[in-house]
């Protein structure tokens, strides 16, 4: 949960806010990407929130289909993390870490790739 104070009052975002700018960078890349896991299972572990007193950083686990380009795939994730974040959320992530846990063709070929930003 991210929690943000107002003259006003707390504003909190849940994790939910979160998964779905996170889901929706995904989505955004063509299929060149299925959020998933760590552990190989699509749910909302595929996104992980880390937060302290000043700002927060995000890390994306992703599966790729083989033959698309990780540089450029990743590119496209964090930019649009950062984008929507700008938009929904008071301020954007410190870092964002899209990590590639595998490679799918017929099979899953597991690798741990990370690209931060």
Known sequence: ??????KIGDVRFSQNIINRIAEKAVEDCNGNAILQN??????A?????????ESYDLKIYIVMKFGASIKKTTSEIIDSVYENAE????????????????VLSKNIAKRHIEVSR
Do not use: S
């Open 87 to 102: 938009k929904i959320l008071p301020k954007a992530p410190r870092n964002v870490t899209v990590i590639v846990t595998g």
């Open 45 to 53: 572990a595929a996104v992980e929130f880390i937060q302290d007193e």
């Open 38 to 43: 760590y552990k190989g299972g699509i749910n």
């Open 1 to 6: 949960m991210f929690d943000i104070e107002t």
